[in-house]
């Protein structure tokens, strides 16, 4: 079954270091890029970071709020990606998405496999930043 | 910093048409930002439905579109049913990072 998995949330004090993963199965998980995406409670959308494909150079690149303090990294022999949290502040409480994709520009995948368009999500893992 | 802006709520009829924007606080909207939108129910993780501006995945159904409309981008629903309920989220590309707006409350009554 192609899908995503993430585990690793939780409770976690101001201050505190957090890394949370995700699993995927049933597609080849090092063609592409892979994104982090982070809900609020009761609050919209935010994109958190992208890791590229080691193909593409695996770079990362991270939105203002998270930078220098979050870092994603991939495995690609365990078809994981993983989100290290560092510094978390109470504003960092949301529910952490892993999605497929992060490329903007649009490659056939007969070209090219793996340039997804967010097209594949995972259920999301609770991470609560509280004293 | 960059502000993706959507209309808060929208309410429409079932079976009627309803276009949601997607504005950038920086200045038009173009195809270089591949606009994406997505989908979110309660309790769900969001669904993409569109990318670079206009391209529907496999699973989109035909009534929605996607587009460039008077410096924004679009996503419009034509006959819009009530499952179509849901929370709706436009995603930009921005200088090498992507950014949501905040999202539309669509209401069908």
């Known amino acids: 079954e192609v899908q995503l998995v993430e585990s690793g949330g939780g409770l976690v004090k101001p201050g505190g270091s957090l890394t949370l993963s995700c699993a995927a199965s049933?597609?080849?998980?090092?063609?592409?890029?892979m994104s982090w995406v982070r809900q609020a409670p009761g609050k919209g959308l935010e994109w958190v970071g992208r890791?590229?494909?080691?193909?593409?150079?695996?770079?990362?690149e991270y939105a203002a709020p998270v930078k220098g303090r979050f870092t994603i990294s991939r495995d690609d022999s365990k078809n994981t990606v993983d989100l290290q949290m560092n510094s978390l502040k109470t504003e960092d409480t949301a529910v952490y998405y892993c999605?497929?994709?992060?490329?903007?520009?649009?490659?056939?995948?007969?070209?090219?496999?793996?340039?997804?368009?967010?097209?594949?999500w995972g259920r999301g893992t609770l991470v609560s930043v509280s004293s | 910093q960059t502000v993706v802006t959507q209309e808060p709520s929208l309410t429409v009829s079932p079976g009627g048409t309803v276009t949601l924007t997607c504005a950038f606080s920086?200045?038009?909207?173009?195809?270089?930002?591949?606009p994406n939108w997505f989908q979110q129910k309660p309790g769900q993780a969001p669904r993409a439905l569109i990318y670079?501006?206009?391209i529907k995945q496999s699973w989109t159904p035909v009534r929605f579109s996607g587009s460039l409309l008077g410096g924004k981008a679009a996503l419009t629903l034509s006959g819009v049913q009530p499952d179509d309920e849901a929370d709706y989220y436009c995603?930009?590309?921005?200088?090498?990072?992507?950014?949501f707006g905040g999202g539309t409350k669509l209401t069908v009554l």
């Open positions: 999605t497929r994709g992060g490329s903007a520009v649009v490659v056939p995948a007969t070209i090219r496999p793996g340039y997804w368009h967010f097209d594949l």
């Open positions: 049933g597609f080849t998980f090092s063609d592409g890029w």
């Open positions: 890791i590229k494909s080691k193909n593409d150079g695996g770079t990362t």
């Open positions: 920086t200045g038009a909207v173009t195809s270089g930002n591949y």
């Open positions: 670079s501006t206009s």
């Open positions: 995603l930009l590309y921005y200088g090498g990072a992507w950014v």
